[in-house]
Nanobody, 124 residues
């Protein structure tokens, strides 16, 4: 069983930056693809970014492309989401998620493990 714990959320002004972190338990981290999702009040959860288990592939939603960067540090069992040029519409609870080992980051992929989320609020 994999446990995920997000951190790094907070309140920031539009145009500012935040870096989210997600620490994972277990020994399979390096074999797992990881993703970030978000859910704004009254809206469905949506995909933000993903990184493959080998670290060589990434994927981004169009609305964050060029502003957000996903990365991973396998030695620390941690995945990051660097968010720059934040906009009020980026306000949401951000969730980290992991797939079962050796599965890729194809669009619409199922993520079996989820964190509790961290709040990001961007003021205008």
């Amino acid at each position: 069983q994999v446990q995920l714990v997000e951190s790094g959320g907070g309140l920031v002004q539009a145009g500012g930056s935040l870096r989210l972190s997600c620490a994972a338990s277990g020994r399979t981290f390096s074999t797992q693809s990881l993703g970030w999702f978000r859910q704004a009040p009254g809206k469905e959860r949506e995909f933000v970014a993903a990184i493959g288990w080998s670290g060589g592939s990434t994927s981004y939603a169009d609305y964050v492309k060029g502003r957000f960067t996903i990365s991973r540090a396998n030695a620390k069992n941690t995945v990051y989401l660097q968010m720059n040029n934040l906009k009020p519409e980026d306000t949401a609870v951000y969730y980290c998620a992991a797939r079962r080992p050796y599965r890729g980051i194809t669009p619409g992929a199922t993520y079996e493990y989820w964190g509790q989320g961290t709040q990001v609020t961007v003021s205008s």
